[in-house]
């Protein structure tokens, strides 16, 4: 390890920044320097101006992607290198704001139906009836499961933060039942690592990834770009068409804004379709024209 990669680590990691954001940061930087083939320490305000630039126009990322590339370089530059960082020579570009996508409480049980191993259903069923991202169901232990009070409790999650979600009977007894099909029970993780499920580190999240990936091609659901994270949107905007309100769905799912869970409005088939278009009140004359003529 470099002595700038170590000293990253260490500012990142006195900030308490989440063990996603310190990866994601630590190969910003990475990939930047290996673009030039020169210490990061070596390259300027011109680099990072062409280092943008490729961003764009050769790998095609998204401006939500590259904001996360200049934010990486920027803490580098400021916190490591204690160097200015201008503003006006790295401009951000705004965030682009896409609805999720969401599928039906048909398409969700197709997409558990189509689990290729009974690990995997777990894991997509545990996706859904909580609403947690895959790093959270991951690490997920066994004393997290409240059976007495039927919650689970999810420590450590964006934002350090800690938050308590519902623990559906379904999902209560779906572990138990494969649990007795192993030879050896799991004592810590609630999903343990290696395929034999006894290692005493938790599973990975490409697991995570990979079983809603396989499920969704044998489901025929290929085509949705299907991800763990389309579980958490679906358990929302379900929820929402349910009649939950929205502050309980923003506690559900550790937003820290109510903004950031409006965004189901315009997702949920109920609230869409509780008011009509207006152009529905109007009186068009070519449609009494229409009618009379027929």
Not at 88 to 97: I, N, S
Not at 218 to 236: M, N, V, W, Y
Not at 256 to 279: K, M, V
Request: with cysteine; hydrophobic share 40%; glycine share 4%.
């Amino acid at each position: 390890m470099t002595r700038l990669r170590q000293i990253m680590l260490e500012e990142l990691r006195r900030r308490n920044f989440a063990t996603t954001t310190i990866e994601s940061y630590i190969h910003g930087v990475e990939h930047f320097s290996q673009y030039f083939h020169r210490p990061p320490d070596q390259l300027g305000p011109e680099h990072i101006r062409q280092y943008q630039a490729m961003l764009f126009t050769e790998l095609k990322l998204s401006p939500n992607t590259v904001i996360v590339r200049l934010a990486a370089l920027r803490f580098f530059y400021i916190h490591v290198l204690k160097k200015n960082w201008s503003i006006a020579e790295t401009p951000y570009r705004k965030k682009v704001l896409h609805l999720p996508q969401v599928l039906s409480q048909d398409e969700v049980a197709r997409l558990i139906d189509a689990a290729e191993f009974p690990f995997h259903r777990i894991l997509l069923m545990t996706l859904y009836a909580t609403g947690a991202r895959r790093a959270e169901v991951a690490h997920l232990k066994i004393s997290d499961i409240d059976s007495r009070r039927m919650v689970i409790h999810i420590r450590g999650g964006k934002g350090r933060k800690d938050r308590d979600v519902m623990l559906s009977p379904k999902l209560l007894d779906a572990p138990r039942l494969y649990w007795r099909g192993l030879k050896r029970k799991p004592t810590d993780w609630l999903f343990p690592g290696n395929r034999w499920r006894t290692a005493s580190h938790p599973v990975s999240t490409k697991v995570l990834w990979n079983a809603c990936q396989r499920a969704a091609e044998r489901a025929g659901l290929e085509h949705r770009r299907i991800h763990p994270h389309t579980l958490r949107h679906c358990f929302a905007t379900h929820l929402l068409e349910a009649g939950a309100d929205l502050r309980t769905i923003q506690m559900l799912l550790g937003h820290r804004d109510l903004e950031e869970t409006t965004i189901y409005l315009h997702l949920s088939r109920r609230h869409l379709s509780a008011i009509g278009s207006p152009l529905d009140t109007l009186t068009i004359r070519g449609e009494e024209e229409q009618t009379q003529n027929a």
